[in-house]
Each structure stands twice: as C-alpha cells, then as structure tokens.
C-alpha cells in the first residue's frame, strides 16, 4: 500500500496515523480514531525531546537570551524578546529600556512576524490547496514559472511529491498564480531575515535582543535599508498574500466550517508601546466573554505526557523528569491549562481577543476582511479564519513598523548597564508568531538556578489532561469529516493552520522558577 | 534537452531547532526556488527527495521514500540537522515500523551506510551543540559519533554554525559535484569542515581588530570599538563571517555590536561560555581543543 496510511484497528474505529506530520516546525505525529467517517478522537504527539531548560541551569544568565533562541530555528526572535523580557525583569532594569532599545526589539519581533506567517501560509501551508501540476502545461513567458516546467518535464518531482491527491479545486490560472505567489513568497521571507538583521546581526538566531536593550546603533542609514525592505514587504503582504487568503477562501469555503477548536482564547499581549501592547493582552472564555490573564492561573497536566506524575504542577513550580514509557502517555508535551482548561494561542486568539477588546485597529482589519469574505465572526475559529488573522496581523505590523521606524532616534542610546545580581527571579512574557510564550529565570550564586518556558504549541498541541479534555488540536480534529482516508487532507489542513512549532514545545517546560503570587501583565 | 542527473538528498532532522533548513532557504546566490527547481552545476539536479520542512507529502507516504532503493543506486547525499540523542530511543523519533516508533538514529545509521557521503549541517549534527550541553539528559551527540559507535565508514563533511550560513552548505555541495568527492575531502581540516569557510580566525579578518590593535574596546552593549571586553570569542572562532557577511551580506554578529560566540566550534555553547564574558588566561584552557589550525602555526 505505497502511499496510503497505515491503518490499524481501534475499538473505537480505524485510526489514522500520520507521522511525521510534515511542513511545520519539528517532529509531529497525529493519531486519529475514524468512525462512520468521522473523527472521533485525536492524539497529537510531540516525537522529540531535548530538555533545553536541564541545560540551561548552572549557566551565566546571560546567556539564555542567546541559548533560548536556539529552541526554535522559525520564531528565535520570540524567545530572544521574552528572554530579554524575562532578565529585564530579573535584573531590574524593565522600567530603565532606552526609547531606542524597545523600538529595535520591537521592529526585531515584528520582522520575525512577517518571516514566520509568509513562510507559514505559503511555504508550509499552501500547497494543501495549491497544485503545482497546473504549471505542467504553462505556455506564458514568466522565466521562474517556466523553470517551474521544466521542472515537472524531468519528471523528478521531488519535492512536490508525493501527496495528498484528489482535492485541489482552484482553477488552472488560479493555481498558476498561486504557484507565483509561492515562488515571491520564499523570495520576500528572505528579505524579512535580511531586514532583521540590519539591527539583529543575522538571522536565524539574531544576536541583537540583548537583557537592557539591544547591541546595535541607531543610524540614518540603518533606518534607511529597513524602510527600503519594510516597503517590499509590505507591497507583498497587501498585492500577494491577503489576497491569496481570499483565493483560497473562495474555492475551500467550507474550511470556515472546519477545525473550530476549543473556541477558548489566551494572549498575554505582544509588541511593548508606552504603556500598553500593540496587540492586547486577554483571555476570551468559550461563550465569548472576556477576562483579564493572571498567569498564576496556569497550570500544567502530565496523564499523557511523558514525564513523571509529579511534573503536573503550576509552571513555576514544574518539574521536568522524563519518562518515555509511562504507561498512557503518548507526547513530549505537557498539557498547559488555563483555570484547568485548554486555550488556543496563535494569530487568531490575538484577532479575537483585539476584536473583542474593541481595538481599533484590529476591529476595523477584522471586519473589513469578513466582509469581503462574506461570513461573520462567528467563522474566525476555523482553518480559514486562522490563515486570515495571520494575514492580517502582517498588515497591522507593517503599519506599526513604519511608524516604529519614524520614531528612532539615532545616536540617541539603545541599552543600559547590567549588572548581574547573586539572587533574583524574572518572568517575559510576549508572543511569539504562533501564539502566547512566557519565559521564567530563577539565579543564584550569579548562575541560572532554574529557567522555564511555556510556548505556543504546548498550549495548542497539549495532549488530553487527568480531566479527559483533549488539547486545542486535538478538538479542532475531533467531528472532522474525512472524505478520504487515504487522502486526509482535513486532518493536515487542520493542524497546520494551528501553525505548530514542535521544537519550541517539546521539550522545553521544567525545572521552574518560583512560585509568584501575582503576575503582571503588561 | 541533453540529460540531467539528478542528485538525490535526503534531509534528516535529529534534535534540532529547523534553523539550519530555515538558513538554508535564506540563501541569496543562487535562490531558495533555484536550488529546487534549476541544475545547481551544469547538467546537475539537486533533487530534495526528503526534506520535511518543505515536502508536500507526509505520513507513510514520506516515510517509504526513505526505503526506497531507486535513490540508493546511483548514491545520495544524506544531510543530517540536529544532533542525536544516543540515550534512548524515544527521545526522537520518525514514523513507524510494526507499530514501533522508528528512532531518528536508526535510520539515520541505516541511511549512512548507503550514501555517497553524509553532510553534518549545523554545529548540533557536527559537534553535539546545544543539546549535548552540560546538564543534557539525552546523551545526545553528533553524526559522528553516532557513525563511530555503528562502525559506519562514509566521507563526511561537517558544516557547523547555529546556523550555518546558507553558502557554507551550497558552496560545499557545489565543490562535490564540480570536482568530486575526492577533490573536496583533500581540502577538509582536522574537523572536516571545508577550509574554504572556516580557515580564517574571525579575529583575523575583523574590521574591528584596529581597535583591538589600538586598545579601543566598548564596554557597554551599543558603543563602538572592539567587543573583546563584552566577551567576543571571534579570537579562538574560525569563520568567515567577517568577509562573507550574513543575509544576502547585510551584516553579521560584530557588525551590529555584538561579540562573535564561537557557534562554529566544537564545544559550542560550554567551552564558549560565558558567552559575554572576556576570554582570560584561565579560561583559553578551554579552548585548547579548536587550536591549532593552519593560519595558527604559520605565524
């Protein structure tokens, strides 16, 4: 059965297995149990573990604004931001951030955004809906799209095969455009990493962000290239990518009804402004009301996870002992809750918590876009919906870069002193492109004594807790018609609109910091 | 149209962070959608027959490409990201077989063994990196070790970097269809990194190193002058970082203020650190390990 899944029998039904999930970030494996056609449970497995925070401990705490990066080679930046976040904290210099230093961070993060959704929607995500074989009889004269033939006449595929097949709907044109797009697309992500690194050193892993502020000078001419490539980009995001979203929402409408998931939102809020965060922090329960986050209210479940009963605790005081044949556990990761239940992070949990906020600008993206794609807000928790926040999110940072960019002030300093104290504890907590991420240092005698992480896709990929409730995917997936189980392309169109970064989430939680009473959110 | 021979690679990820494959997609010369779709020499395919970050298919489907022996005939490149955890065989895993979850180093081993040789990409897969850091509990380590302990004997090229910069891998690849495999490995140092990119110490070719020479050192984050005192390790780091740049040559770690950390050397990050503290005599013990080289003991 070259090609086909393999398909074991559950007393619940056929499950489907499918690993590696490809095209995300990391090592991933999706189990679900098929019956009468329809998804009726769902194991999402995180297949790596590396136990950064282990390695963290006894270092200089410097240098877990460098290490920390080195969780995830797509989003370093954010964990460069929260580290940063995190040590300002600790070493008490959070209020003392030079105008110069936060803007840079913030036009940093905001640069790794617009690398991150690009290359999510078009390089990871696309070509569930795009078929490249449309290129297979091109006869217009676009030099890269005829290399695109020429390509597909060697026969060697590779790798754009094998896949999924029997459901690709757009039109000819349409994927021919779309395959364009594709194409532009791994162009203009590079050109977000060459902009980063005006300020960030290089990319990934930039060497900017540093606890105090950031390494690099404000000059003119700095200022000047990043305009340049913020423009570029920018013309993409408004000529390409937004309305690609809309492309394929006309031919997969139905993908507004799919993957709704928990419908259970959680930001701690992204992009520091004097004051207040450009994407506001939140919590929108599941009948659509809205709270304010208290990070104490976290916690974090291990029945199917692959670590030691007595990991389950609040994050700060959570341990990481691992225990890869634990009987029931099928995942690295842990299961985070939120008042004990699970909370999608992402793009999507930002629009509805901006939305519902009442945020100006995101409001006004919001319902501009479901207007032209003619659904309601009710559609936002859906694969589509996700795509679309994303989109919207790289207009909404094009426009606070630019005015990031305005507000510099060369010459002017960019970080302050550090001095490293013999005890302190510090907590960042930011988002990455892919949702809510919270770091936590613990120092002693001058080292790390105790670091801990809790990123995006622990929340969303979290396996079913002592309590039974699956994780964000996990109920994206559940109810999902399968037209084909050879060919499953909902499971995969589900997940991937959750954007998962494996890497960053397995494994990272453990070996706390403190307990702390109150935690602020910014 | 006269033949194209494909090279078959075959991208495996270990413990890794995807930055290698991330950085490979940032290459400028030639361009992500080149190094697809077009000849990377004359009459030559790079042919990404498995490459899970960018592949369409997933599941099974990509799993029995890695048994298939049409891409062992004719050899392949099997490029490896990410160290390996050696200390258990759930620690990271890739599809299944019988119900079991397949280790990512049995296969990588299995896969080893066929290739026409192996390429280490990133300092995780050359030297262990982060994951086999102090305090790991993994036992991960490199691809070489990993080959030493199956007794697997295959020419390898390692490409160290956290990342590596996108030309160090296309360079490389390029020199070995050009030229051959032979031809390359007699240009290999004692690390079997290519002495076309890590040849030279940092310190060396730094546009910073007249103000080391004339005892200008910035004390803070931000300030001109050499960033020896904010702890750079570009004195015992051997790259071309200096000259090459990073992004297209938009710039590099000095370049925006920041000490070099040494993520190309073996011991990267423990040896290293602390990362922003200034190299002393005590401490240069540690990096007797990445002396001496060749532009070292010509002086």
């Given at each position: 059965m070259h090609g086909s899944h393999p398909h074991t029998h559950d007393e619940n039904g056929d499950v489907i297995s499918i690993d590696p999930v490809t095209r995300i970030e990391g090592h991933m494996k999706v189990e679900a149990v098929v019956d009468g056609g329809e998804v009726k449970e769902a194991r999402c497995c995180g297949t790596l573990f590396r136990g950064f925070e282990n390695i963290l401990i006894?270092?200089?705490?410097?240098?877990a604004v460098r290490l920390t990066q080195r969780v995830c080679g797509v989003c370093p930046t954010a964990h460069g931001t929260a580290s940063a976040l995190c040590l300002d904290d600790a070493l008490g210099v959070a209020d003392k951030i030079p105008h110069n230093g936060r803007l840079v961070r913030n036009l940093l993060l905001g640069s790794n955004y617009l690398q991150s959704h690009i290359l999510h929607f078009f390089a990871l995500a696309a070509l569930d809906f795009v078929?490249?074989?449309?290129?297979?009889d091109y006869a217009g004269s676009d030099s890269e799209l005829k290399a695109v033939r020429a390509f597909i006449d060697r026969q060697e595929l590779s790798p754009f095969f094998p896949r999924y097949e029997g459901d690709y709907r757009c039109e000819k044109q349409t994927n021919v455009a779309l395959v364009k797009g594709y194409l532009a697309a791994l162009h203009v992500r590079r050109v977000c990493h060459e902009m980063l690194s005006i300020f960030g050193g290089k990319m990934p892993h930039n060497i900017g962000i540093v606890p105090g502020g950031v390494t690099g000078e404000v000059t003119a001419d700095k200022i000047a290239s990043f305009a340049g490539k913020l423009e570029e980009i920018g013309e993409f995001v408004e000529d390409v990518y937004i309305p690609a979203i809309f492309t394929v929402a006309g031919a997969y409408g139905d993908y507004f009804d799919i993957g709704a998931g928990c419908k259970r939102f959680l930001s701690y809020g992204v992009f520091d402004m004097d004051g207040e965060r450009l994407l506001p922090p939140g919590l929108i329960e599941a009948d659509g009301k809205p709270a304010k986050v208290d990070a104490a209210r976290i916690t974090e479940d291990?029945?199917?996870?692959?670590?030691?009963?007595?990991?389950?605790?609040r994050p700060a005081e959570g341990k990481t002992i691992p225990q890869p044949d634990k009987q029931g556990a099928y995942t690295w990761l842990k299961a985070p809750r939120y008042d004990g239940g699970p909370a999608e992070v992402g793009p999507l949990a930002r629009a509805i918590i901006g939305f519902t906020a009442g945020n100006k600008v995101i409001k006004g993206e919001v319902e501009s876009a479901l207007s032209a794609a003619g659904v309601g807000a009710e559609k936002l928790p859906s694969v589509l919906g996700r795509h679309l926040a994303r989109a919207l999110e790289c207009r909404i940072a094009v426009g606070a870069m630019t005015k990031w960019l305005d507000e510099l002030q060369p010459g002017e300093p960019v970080a302050v002193p550090l001095e490293i104290p013999d005890q302190a504890a510090g907590m960042g907590l930011s988002g990455a492109p892919r949702g809510a991420l919270g770091h936590w240092i613990e120092i002693k005698d001058k080292v790390i004594s105790r670091y801990q992480l809790v990123v995006p896709t622990t929340w969303n990929g979290s396996p079913k807790d002592s309590a039974g409730l699956p994780g964000p995917i996990e109920q994206a997936l559940i109810g999902t018609k399968i037209r084909d189980r050879d060919n499953p392309f909902e499971i995969v169109r589900i997940i991937r609109s959750f954007d998962p970064c494996l890497a960053c989430s397995v494994h990272v939680l453990t070996a706390a910091g403190r307990a702390k009473g109150v935690y602020r959110i910014v | 149209m006269p033949e194209i021979v494909e090279i078959p690679v075959l991208w495996l990820q270990g413990a890794s962070c995807s930055g290698c494959i991330v950085s490979l997609l940032n290459s400028f010369s030639p361009k992500a959608s080149s190094l697809v779709l077009r000849e990377l020499t004359p009459g030559k395919h790079v042919s990404l027959r498995f490459i899970a970050t960018v592949m369409a298919g997933q599941g099974q489907q990509v799993v029995d490409i890695l048994h298939d022996d049409t891409a062992a005939a004719g050899g392949y490149v099997l490029v490896v990201e990410g160290s390996l955890p050696l200390g258990g065989d759930l620690f990271a895993t890739l599809g299944e077989s019988d119900g079991r979850e397949v280790p990512i180093a049995e296969t990588v081993g299995r896969l080893a063994r066929k290739a026409m040789c192996v390429v280490a990409m990133g300092t995780c897969s050359a030297f262990g990196g982060i994951p086999a850091g102090e305090g790991n509990l993994t036992q991960a380590g490199s691809l070489e070790k990993l080959l030493q302990r199956d007794g697997i004997d295959v020419p390898l090229v390692n490409i160290p970097g956290c990342p590596p910069h996108p030309d160090w891998l296309v360079g490389s690849l390029v020199a070995v269809m050009r030229y051959g495999l032979d031809a390359v490995a007699a240009t290999l140092d004692e690390l079997k990194r290519p002495k076309m990119f890590f040849g030279k110490q940092i310190h060396e070719t730094c546009p910073r190193r007249a103000d080391f020479d004339a005892g200008r050192f910035a004390k803070n984050f931000g300030e001109p002058g050499c960033l020896y005192e904010l702890g750079c390790k570009g004195p015992v780091t051997y790259a071309d970082c200096p000259t090459r740049m990073w992004n297209s040559g938009t710039n590099w770690c000095i370049g925006a203020g920041s000490p070099c950390h040494?993520?190309?050397?073996?011991?990267?990050p423990d040896r290293l650190a602390p990362l922003y503290c200034k190299i002393d005599e005590q401490r240069l013990n540690r990096f007797r390990l990445l002396e001496p080289t060749v532009s070292e003991t010509q002086k």
């Amino acid at each position: 059965m070259h090609g086909s899944h393999p398909h074991t029998h559950d007393e619940n039904g056929d499950v489907i297995s499918i690993d590696p999930v490809t095209r995300i970030e990391g090592h991933m494996k999706v189990e679900a149990v098929v019956d009468g056609g329809e998804v009726k449970e769902a194991r999402c497995c995180g297949t790596l573990f590396r136990g950064f925070e282990n390695i963290l401990i006894g270092r200089h705490p410097l240098d877990a604004v460098r290490l920390t990066q080195r969780v995830c080679g797509v989003c370093p930046t954010a964990h460069g931001t929260a580290s940063a976040l995190c040590l300002d904290d600790a070493l008490g210099v959070a209020d003392k951030i030079p105008h110069n230093g936060r803007l840079v961070r913030n036009l940093l993060l905001g640069s790794n955004y617009l690398q991150s959704h690009i290359l999510h929607f078009f390089a990871l995500a696309a070509l569930d809906f795009v078929d490249v074989t449309a290129l297979a009889d091109y006869a217009g004269s676009d030099s890269e799209l005829k290399a695109v033939r020429a390509f597909i006449d060697r026969q060697e595929l590779s790798p754009f095969f094998p896949r999924y097949e029997g459901d690709y709907r757009c039109e000819k044109q349409t994927n021919v455009a779309l395959v364009k797009g594709y194409l532009a697309a791994l162009h203009v992500r590079r050109v977000c990493h060459e902009m980063l690194s005006i300020f960030g050193g290089k990319m990934p892993h930039n060497i900017g962000i540093v606890p105090g502020g950031v390494t690099g000078e404000v000059t003119a001419d700095k200022i000047a290239s990043f305009a340049g490539k913020l423009e570029e980009i920018g013309e993409f995001v408004e000529d390409v990518y937004i309305p690609a979203i809309f492309t394929v929402a006309g031919a997969y409408g139905d993908y507004f009804d799919i993957g709704a998931g928990c419908k259970r939102f959680l930001s701690y809020g992204v992009f520091d402004m004097d004051g207040e965060r450009l994407l506001p922090p939140g919590l929108i329960e599941a009948d659509g009301k809205p709270a304010k986050v208290d990070a104490a209210r976290i916690t974090e479940d291990v029945a199917s996870s692959r670590y030691s009963d007595e990991c389950a605790a609040r994050p700060a005081e959570g341990k990481t002992i691992p225990q890869p044949d634990k009987q029931g556990a099928y995942t690295w990761l842990k299961a985070p809750r939120y008042d004990g239940g699970p909370a999608e992070v992402g793009p999507l949990a930002r629009a509805i918590i901006g939305f519902t906020a009442g945020n100006k600008v995101i409001k006004g993206e919001v319902e501009s876009a479901l207007s032209a794609a003619g659904v309601g807000a009710e559609k936002l928790p859906s694969v589509l919906g996700r795509h679309l926040a994303r989109a919207l999110e790289c207009r909404i940072a094009v426009g606070a870069m630019t005015k990031w960019l305005d507000e510099l002030q060369p010459g002017e300093p960019v970080a302050v002193p550090l001095e490293i104290p013999d005890q302190a504890a510090g907590m960042g907590l930011s988002g990455a492109p892919r949702g809510a991420l919270g770091h936590w240092i613990e120092i002693k005698d001058k080292v790390i004594s105790r670091y801990q992480l809790v990123v995006p896709t622990t929340w969303n990929g979290s396996p079913k807790d002592s309590a039974g409730l699956p994780g964000p995917i996990e109920q994206a997936l559940i109810g999902t018609k399968i037209r084909d189980r050879d060919n499953p392309f909902e499971i995969v169109r589900i997940i991937r609109s959750f954007d998962p970064c494996l890497a960053c989430s397995v494994h990272v939680l453990t070996a706390a910091g403190r307990a702390k009473g109150v935690y602020r959110i910014v | 149209m006269p033949e194209i021979v494909e090279i078959p690679v075959l991208w495996l990820q270990g413990a890794s962070c995807s930055g290698c494959i991330v950085s490979l997609l940032n290459s400028f010369s030639p361009k992500a959608s080149s190094l697809v779709l077009r000849e990377l020499t004359p009459g030559k395919h790079v042919s990404l027959r498995f490459i899970a970050t960018v592949m369409a298919g997933q599941g099974q489907q990509v799993v029995d490409i890695l048994h298939d022996d049409t891409a062992a005939a004719g050899g392949y490149v099997l490029v490896v990201e990410g160290s390996l955890p050696l200390g258990g065989d759930l620690f990271a895993t890739l599809g299944e077989s019988d119900g079991r979850e397949v280790p990512i180093a049995e296969t990588v081993g299995r896969l080893a063994r066929k290739a026409m040789c192996v390429v280490a990409m990133g300092t995780c897969s050359a030297f262990g990196g982060i994951p086999a850091g102090e305090g790991n509990l993994t036992q991960a380590g490199s691809l070489e070790k990993l080959l030493q302990r199956d007794g697997i004997d295959v020419p390898l090229v390692n490409i160290p970097g956290c990342p590596p910069h996108p030309d160090w891998l296309v360079g490389s690849l390029v020199a070995v269809m050009r030229y051959g495999l032979d031809a390359v490995a007699a240009t290999l140092d004692e690390l079997k990194r290519p002495k076309m990119f890590f040849g030279k110490q940092i310190h060396e070719t730094c546009p910073r190193r007249a103000d080391f020479d004339a005892g200008r050192f910035a004390k803070n984050f931000g300030e001109p002058g050499c960033l020896y005192e904010l702890g750079c390790k570009g004195p015992v780091t051997y790259a071309d970082c200096p000259t090459r740049m990073w992004n297209s040559g938009t710039n590099w770690c000095i370049g925006a203020g920041s000490p070099c950390h040494g993520c190309v050397e073996p011991g990267f990050p423990d040896r290293l650190a602390p990362l922003y503290c200034k190299i002393d005599e005590q401490r240069l013990n540690r990096f007797r390990l990445l002396e001496p080289t060749v532009s070292e003991t010509q002086k």
